[in-house]
């Protein structure tokens, strides 16, 4: 699903530069060109080599960003006007003990931004940690201590002491606050857990009485104990920092837990507390950070109280990396065009990079990994992106944005277009999506998402667009949950998901996983265009009003389109409850609400918890199980609602290949002639080959590593192995 783009060409002041029209937003992008033809003083040097009492010449450059950025203030104090600016950083590693900061002080112009940026060809590394030096490392050797490592580890694992080498602040064991962790090549390290691929499962939930005895409980949400059918817990006896991570009751939460005890005879746990959703057999949960359980290369532990690292080393000729920077490695706070781009940010214990506030800040063609919690945070602003860039084995989310006004309805104009995100949410597995998204009027498109153990996209607000994105393998270590998700309020309208193609995502265990997740009455969303391949429930609308599911192609799915009346059977619908708050909130029944949703000016007129005015029109089902999702979903206590609560029209459903141009190759165009324009001769053509990246002059890599494959370990059935792109 990858291509390219033509660039169009305008001259400014003599200098050619490219542009790209990212919907209503026309950006100034290729300005390489630009700041070569500007005077020499315009442009400032940074080098390894360099000090920062030079003049930041190429000759005399400067060794650090901040010298670089010092002297840009300090010109155009002394010069105000003076145009843009570009920071060439010279190839190397530049490891960071501080944020790299900029501010409005430090903004640039419209057409002539203040840009950092590597030397042509070279490879610039902003590292937010330590490397692992050999000479640390020596052969384990203590007879207690290989006593309890595998046997197949004595003699692998090496040890060391990192109090020796001045570190000392480890952090604590946590899903997601800032830790010491280990990385090497950009990828996580895991912490020595067991098993190592996959999971153990609760047998029987027991519940402790006053007596301290454990007894058998059905289904108790508050019991602390459990049962467990593997032997392997025997041998944890003596570890002392042993955390526990599961889903203990639900497929959509997850919690560490620390153990109390372990009865290896009656083959029970006891945690220190019951877990936040209780426990409930059949659930799933790991051990982590156990000394014993290191037994493959990469894997590590560390003695938080004598400051020894254990580890299995890696592949031999990589460089290991630990992680010591708490605070972003680089945060614009109000700055105006300004341009970071095409540089690799890497081991940190938080966040990666901070875009908040201002205006026209853009990150470009960066790669962004080995990132302790969220890789991009962007905070409120305007025309904001981030485009082009790589984004992997981060702890928590991708890219987390805010910023538009969803009281007055106006657009943020930020976007996050063409980037390649995968192998994230590595802690805390759930609500950590590839992109996250809060307020009003952003856009994404164009990325490509991937492997990953909960939500590719997740969004709350209004007038979002969600289109053109290739997503596979994601929802791989859940349940109950979606690739695309929203939930819970009737006010986030007008949000549009078009043009995606969706495939290959495991079926899950209990409840399954779903497409596009319209969960507890979200309403309002535009499902259009798209394709489905592969997966249980493409779209799923959980009580909501005023969904639109249009132009859709379903392919080998279950449940192609799911309605429920839920919103009339549970009590957190009732009047007094936070859906009706929310109404209020935004003055659902007075502009812009009113004028831009006029069906939620009337929802009270009508009965807010009945799902009305739902549409699912010109779609194509084949080889899938369709039923009609209106009459699934009517029982007895709703017959006297007389309209119906989805408008079901030229909907196709065949198990005829309808036309399809390689269908054994993922190509799901439809030709000239399929039968679908003739059985549907309102369809519109689906833009399936400009699904997914595209290469540009700000592509992090190309080709990217898609990453298709079958062999990833999940819950559900397998899935069937995807080819590789083109």
């Given at each position: 699903?990858?291509?390219?783009?033509?660039?169009?060409?305008?001259?400014?002041?003599?200098?050619?530069?490219?542009?790209?029209?990212?919907?209503?937003?026309?950006?100034?992008?290729?300005?390489?060109?630009?700041?070569?033809?500007?005077?020499?003083?315009?442009?400032?040097?940074?080098?390894?080599?360099?000090?920062?009492?030079?003049?930041?010449?190429?000759?005399?450059?400067?060794?650090?960003?901040?010298?670089?950025?010092?002297?840009?203030?300090?010109?155009?104090?002394?010069?105000?006007?003076?145009?843009?600016?570009?920071?060439?950083?010279?190839?190397?590693?530049?490891?960071?003990?501080?944020?790299?900061?900029?501010?409005?002080?430090?903004?640039?112009?419209?057409?002539?931004?203040?840009?950092?940026?590597?030397?042509?060809?070279?490879?610039?590394?902003?590292?937010?940690?330590?490397?692992?030096?050999?000479?640390?490392?020596?052969?384990?050797?203590?007879?207690?201590?290989?006593e309890r490592l595998p046997e197949i580890a004595r003699g692998r694992v090496v040890q060391a002491d990192l109090k020796a080498q001045g570190l000392e602040d480890y952090g604590e064991m946590s899903i997601s606050g800032p830790m010491l962790e280990l990385f090497c090549n950009g990828k996580r390290l895991p912490l020595a857990r067991y098993p190592n691929d996959g999971w153990m499962y609760i047998d029987q939930v027991l519940k402790t009485g006053d007596s301290g005895q454990t007894q058998l409980v059905d289904e108790d949400k508050q019991g602390q104990a459990f049962q467990y059918t593997d032997a392997r817990p025997g041998r944890w006896l003596d570890a002392n920092e042993l955390e526990l991570h599961g889903f203990w009751y639900f497929g959509w939460t997850d919690e560490h837990c620390k153990i109390d005890h372990i009865d290896p005879e009656n083959k029970t746990i006891t945690l220190d507390h019951v877990p936040g959703g209780g426990m409930r057999k059949g659930q799933w949960f790991r051990a982590l950070n156990l000394l014993e359980e290191i037994d493959q290369p990469g894997e590590w532990y560390l003695d938080?109280?004598?400051?020894?690292?254990?580890?299995?080393?890696?592949?031999?000729?990589?460089?290991?990396?630990?992680?010591?920077?708490?605070?972003?490695?680089?945060?614009?706070?109000?700055?105006?065009?300004?341009?970071?781009?095409?540089?690799?940010?890497?081991?940190?214990?938080?966040?990666?990079?901070?875009?908040?506030?201002?205006?026209?800040?853009?990150?470009?063609?960066?790669?962004?990994?080995?990132?302790?919690?969220?890789?991009?945070?962007?905070?409120?602003?305007?025309?904001?992106?981030?485009?082009?860039?790589?984004?992997?084995?981060?702890?928590?989310?991708?890219?987390?944005?805010?910023?538009?006004?969803?009281?007055?309805?106006?657009?943020?104009?930020?976007?996050?277009?063409?980037?390649?995100?995968?192998?994230?949410?590595?802690?805390?597995?759930?609500?950590?999506?590839?992109?996250?998204?809060?307020?009003?009027?952003?856009?994404?498109?164009?990325?490509?998402?991937?492997?990953?153990?909960?939500?590719?996209?997740?969004?709350?607000?209004?007038?979002?667009?969600?289109?053109?994105?290739?997503?596979?393998?994601?929802?791989?270590?859940?349940?109950?949950?979606?690739?695309?998700?929203?939930?819970?309020?009737?006010?986030?309208?007008?949000?549009?998901?078009?043009?995606?193609?969706?495939?290959?995502?495991?079926?899950?265990?209990?409840?399954?996983?779903?497409?596009?997740?319209?969960?507890?009455?979200?309403?309002?969303?535009?499902?259009?265009?798209?394709?489905?391949?592969?997966?249980?429930?493409?779209?799923?609308?959980?009580?909501?009003?005023?969904?639109?599911?249009?132009?859709?192609?379903?392919?080998?799915?279950?449940?192609?389109?799911?309605?429920?009346?839920?919103?009339?059977?549970?009590?957190?619908?009732?009047?007094?409850?936070?859906?009706?708050?929310?109404?209020?909130?935004?003055?659902?029944?007075?502009?812009?609400?009113?004028?831009?949703?006029?069906?939620?000016?009337?929802?009270?007129?009508?009965?807010?918890?009945?799902?009305?005015?739902?549409?699912?029109?010109?779609?194509?089902?084949?080889?899938?199980?369709?039923?009609?999702?209106?009459?699934?979903?009517?029982?007895?206590?709703?017959?006297?609602?007389?309209?119906?609560?989805?408008?079901?029209?030229?909907?196709?459903?065949?198990?005829?290949?309808?036309?399809?141009?390689?269908?054994?190759?993922?190509?799901?165009?439809?030709?000239?002639?399929?039968?679908?324009?003739?059985?549907?001769?309102?369809?519109?053509?689906?833009?399936?080959?400009?699904?997914?990246?595209?290469?540009?002059?700000?592509?992090?890599?190309?080709?990217?590593?898609?990453?298709?494959?079958?062999?990833?370990?999940?819950?559900?059935?397998?899935?069937?192995?995807?080819?590789?792109?083109?």
């Open positions: 699903m990858m291509k390219t783009r033509d660039w169009a060409a305008v001259r400014v002041g003599g200098c050619l530069i490219s542009i790209l029209t990212l919907g209503c937003l026309t950006l100034e992008l290729e300005i390489g060109d630009l700041f070569a033809a500007l005077q020499e003083q315009r442009v400032l040097y940074v080098a390894t080599h360099g000090d920062d009492a030079n003049p930041g010449t190429p000759e005399a450059p400067f060794a650090t960003l901040e010298a670089a950025r010092d002297a840009i203030r300090a010109r155009k104090q002394n010069e105000p006007g003076v145009p843009g600016f570009i920071v060439l950083v010279g190839e190397g590693d530049y490891y960071r003990t501080q944020t790299f900061q900029l501010g409005q002080a430090d903004s640039g112009q419209p057409y002539a931004p203040v840009v950092y940026r590597p030397y042509p060809g070279g490879e610039v590394r902003l590292i937010g940690g330590v490397e692992l030096e050999p000479d640390w490392c020596t052969r384990v050797r203590d007879p207690a201590i290989l938080r109280a004598t400051g020894v690292l254990y580890l299995w080393p890696p592949w031999s000729k990589h460089h290991v990396y630990l992680s010591t920077l708490g605070e972003p490695l680089l945060a614009l706070d109000g700055a105006e065009h300004v341009t970071f781009r095409d540089m690799t940010l890497e081991v940190t214990r938080g966040v990666g990079v901070v875009l908040g506030g201002g205006t026209h800040q853009l990150l470009a063609g960066c790669t962004l990994r080995a990132i302790g919690s969220t890789a991009v945070v962007m905070d409120h602003g305007t025309y904001n992106g981030v485009l082009g860039c790589d984004i992997h084995d981060a702890g928590m989310m991708g890219i987390r944005l805010s910023g538009g006004n969803r009281y007055t309805l106006q657009p943020s104009g930020n976007y996050i277009v063409n980037n390649h995100i995968h192998h994230y949410a590595q802690r805390k597995k759930v609500y950590q999506p590839a992109v996250r998204l809060y307020g009003c009027g952003h856009r994404v498109a164009h990325n490509l998402i991937h492997d990953a153990p909960h939500q590719a996209i997740g969004y709350d607000g209004n007038d979002h667009v969600i289109e053109f994105n290739e997503i596979h393998h994601v929802v791989l270590e859940s349940a109950d949950a979606g690739v695309l998700y929203t939930g819970c309020n009737w006010t986030w309208r007008g949000n549009v998901v078009r043009h995606n193609f969706i495939h290959h995502i495991p079926h899950g265990p209990g409840l399954g996983t779903v497409g596009v997740y319209l969960d507890d009455c979200c309403s309002s969303t535009d499902i259009i265009g798209n394709v489905f391949y592969d997966m249980l429930k493409p779209t799923f609308i959980g009580g909501g009003r005023d969904n639109t599911i249009a132009n859709n192609l379903f392919i080998e799915c279950e449940v192609p389109v799911y309605l429920d009346n839920r919103g009339l059977r549970w009590d957190h619908f009732r009047p007094d409850g936070p859906m009706y708050d929310e109404l209020k909130r935004v003055h659902h029944d007075q502009p812009p609400y009113a004028e831009r949703y006029p069906a939620l000016a009337r929802i009270l007129d009508e009965i807010p918890q009945a799902p009305l005015g739902n549409v699912c029109i010109n779609n194509v089902s084949y080889n899938s199980t369709w039923r009609d999702p209106e009459q699934f979903c009517r029982d007895t206590s709703d017959k006297h609602i007389d309209r119906p609560y989805m408008r079901l029209e030229n909907n196709y459903i065949t198990d005829n290949d309808p036309g399809f141009l390689d269908p054994a190759a993922m190509d799901f165009a439809l030709k000239d002639d399929s039968v679908v324009y003739q059985e549907i001769p309102d369809f519109q053509p689906i833009p399936f080959h400009n699904i997914g990246l595209y290469q540009d002059a700000y592509r992090a890599t190309w080709p990217p590593d898609n990453q298709k494959r079958d062999d990833r370990p999940g819950l559900g059935s397998p899935n069937a192995q995807a080819p590789a792109s083109p």
